[in-house]
């Protein structure tokens, strides 16, 4: 007080209520700047509440800045409170129009809400106000550019990559967020190499300066898009070392442990969506972990959630459209099908989502078929050619199937499915080939001495009686592919090495299973297997590939116990153990546990529960009821009204009966 009072008596000339009044006003100025500073520190570090708090309070001062008002909409944003951003951000350009910044934030709320004309003018506006601004500029012609590709019109968007481009060139950009922007201008440009070392100036503080979280996040979806899953997990955790709470980095998490199958991905959408209750990506993740686990009324539920935000979401979009496809839903499906061209006509994404959803139901055929639009509509979508190579040599089609893979391979030289596939077919060029009555066999010289004659046998034993049993011949030609090493088999399977326990696969009509050389002896009784896989190709075409994963896996479990004594899993004292303690599913539950599993354990039960299940069909109903069930399931009937036309039993009563077969056979 005494030194406040010091400068007003040395100001003497000017009268004293005047000189309060100008120091009123300036402390005000530094309180809102120090408030701003403060909004800024909060909401880069995560804590969206304190930010908010702080940039309103800074908006109550006299002299309101450009970067509080910024500030306070990319924390609503951030947040997902994106009316109130919408209503503010208008309230702030209706007095401060020529605000580049704020133009910028405008855009990407429009973008958001899928008002994508608005966006696009807001982006343009904040371009041409920024023109000596270079961060903000950057950062809206990365927008603008990354919004003018979603809406198919990439030839404009290449023009603001290569501007970008140029820049740099010239030797002026600098700063980690600048040098972000031009890692993903290079990246949307192809130059993944180049893209990836400006990324990592971008995110050396020592060269870029203050490290910007969106630099980082970026990085790790270039990491994510070129299939290095550890080195994008590791990046996005980074991010939250940052800021603790970045939604992008948490689904960022999620997609990479989604991509190698691991449960958590859905612990990881629902952290982003504690953040940000409206996130339209982690609504969609939750969406396609729905679809995975065959439960398409939960899938749509999160999809009509995202769309409610997005109307316009293509992914969202997309993966409404499966929903309609698998319910036959001709009328839907043509009119989400409509929405979505007029959004982008060369969005070939749109047909991969439904190939890749059509996989997971184990329809090859059909997956191929949407897979070919795919290309046909974007002959750049690298992914797209993989997936139809892919299911191509599922549906028996190697040569044709190798060169798409040899295409997507050629375009993108990073993806590693690709390549894998490559090299096993190089492997598979050395196999001895022959047929039997019903299959084409193909192995390993290796393994022709002993297997050549047994192998077909034992393929056409199975055939003969499962096709009796079942009143069923599947469509041929039926391939059986036994491969001398795990790893080949995974490949075969997934594209991936490492495929945890599988000894077996079934397409539809190729078959691909271990060697018996592959385990020691004793480890896993081959026969078994392939009797097991067999009866995935009766089950599976029989139900015109409709059957629920569970029932599949149920079913070829039963029939393995039928077909010798002594064949498949056994009960043991770990299931007894998890049965005991209540940690076994209801029957209602077995397609979770078996397509996303919490533990390794929880898988082998769901199996063998599964196959429990059909054991009580086939005692307490008869075998006929599961031939009716495969029949049903062939005219696309939902599973609950499936099991109420042949048991006579609701969901509830479903799980009931299951209840009580199991305590039956567990107690005796």
Not at 46 to 64: P, T, W
Request: hydrophobic share 40%; aromatic share 12%; with cysteine.
């Amino acid at each position: 007080m005494d030194a406040a009072f010091g400068v007003i008596r040395k100001y003497h000339g000017i009268p004293q209520l005047m000189v309060l009044l100008l120091f009123s006003s300036g402390f005000a100025c530094i309180w809102a700047a120090d408030n701003t500073s403060l909004g800024r520190s909060a909401l880069r570090s995560g804590d969206y509440a304190k930010a908010q708090e702080y940039f309103e309070a800074a908006l109550k001062g006299s002299a309101v800045s450009e970067e509080s008002r910024a500030g306070y909409i990319q924390t609503l944003r951030e947040s997902g409170s994106y009316a109130e951003a919408l209503k503010r951000s208008e309230e702030f350009l209706s007095s401060l129009d020529g605000s580049a910044l704020l133009h910028l934030e405008r855009g990407r709320i429009a973008e958001i809400l899928g008002d994508y004309p608005n966006a696009e003018k807001h982006y343009r506006r904040s371009i041409a106000l920024a023109s000596t601004r270079m961060p903000v500029r950057m950062d809206a012609a990365v927008e603008l550019a990354g919004l003018l590709d979603k809406t198919g019109r990439r030839k404009e968007a290449v023009t603001f990559w290569d501007k970008l481009l140029d820049e740099y060139r010239s030797g002026s950009v600098e700063g980690s967020k600048n040098l972000g922007n031009i890692a993903v201008a290079a990246w949307h440009r192809g130059y993944v190499d180049d893209a990836k070392n400006i990324f990592m100036d971008a995110t050396d503080e020592k060269l870029g300066g203050e490290l910007s979280i969106e630099a980082l996040s970026n990085f790790g979806y270039l990491f994510l898009a070129k299939y290095n899953f550890m080195e994008a997990s590791g990046v996005f955790r980074d991010c939250l070392k940052v800021n603790k709470s970045y939604p992008d980095a948490l689904i960022g998490i999620a997609l990479a442990k989604k991509i190698d199958g691991n449960f958590e991905a859905e612990a990881y959408a629902r952290a982003a969506l504690k953040i940000n209750p409206n996130f339209v990506p982690a609504l969609n993740m939750l969406a396609e972990i729905a679809l995975d686990e065959e439960d398409q009324e939960a899938a749509l539920g999160e999809v009509n959630k995202a769309l409610n935000i997005n109307p316009s979401d293509l992914n969202s979009l997309s993966l409404k459209a499966v929903y309609h496809y698998f319910h036959s839903d001709n009328s839907n499906f043509a009119l989400t099908e409509k929405k979505v061209f007029e959004i982008n006509p060369s969005y070939g994404s749109f047909y991969y989502i439904l190939a890749e959803s059509l996989v997971s139901r184990r329809k090859y055929q059909e997956a191929v078929e949407f897979d070919r639009k795919a290309v046909a509509l974007d002959p750049e979508l690298w992914t797209a050619y993989n997936s139809l190579g892919m299911n191509l040599t599922r549906i028996g089609q190697l040569e044709e199937g190798r060169k798409a893979i040899e295409k997507a391979f050629a375009g993108d030289h990073y993806n590693v499915w690709a390549y894998n596939s490559l090299d096993l077919f190089d492997q598979m060029d050395t196999f001895v080939q022959s047929r039997s009555e019903n299959f084409k066999l193909l192995m390993s010289k290796e393994d022709a001495p002993v297997l050549s004659s047994f192998a077909p046998a034992l393929a056409e034993e199975a055939y003969s009686k499962l096709t009796e049993r079942y009143g069923f011949k599947p469509k041929g030609p039926l391939q059986l592919e036994i491969f001398p090493d795990h790893g080949g088999f995974a490949v075969r399977t997934l594209g991936l090495p490492g495929l945890g326990g599988a000894l077996g696969v079934c397409f539809g009509k190729v078959l691909a299973i271990n060697s018996p050389k592959v385990r020691e002896s004793g480890d896993f009784n081959w026969g078994s297997v392939l009797w097991h896989e067999f009866t995935h190709v009766i089950t599976l075409q029989m139900s015109n590939y409709n059957i629920p994963r569970w029932y599949s896996e149920g079913l070829s479990v039963f029939e393995e116990h039928r077909a010798r004594p002594g064949w498949g899993d056994k009960l043991t004292l770990a299931f007894v153990k998890a049965y005991k303690e209540g940690k076994l599913l209801k029957a209602s539950q077995l397609n979770s546990g078996i397509m996303r599993p919490q533990n390794p354990e929880q898988i082998m039960f769901s199996y063998y529960q599964a196959g429990m299940f059909c054991e009580m069909i086939d005692e307490k109903f008869g075998f006929d009821k599961i031939r009716q069930s495969l029949l049903l399931f062939a005219e696309n009937k939902p599973v609950d009204e499936v099991f109420r036309r042949t048991l006579g039993l609701d969901a509830a009563g479903i799980d009931a009966e299951y209840a009580r077969y199991l305590d039956s056979r567990i107690k005796d």
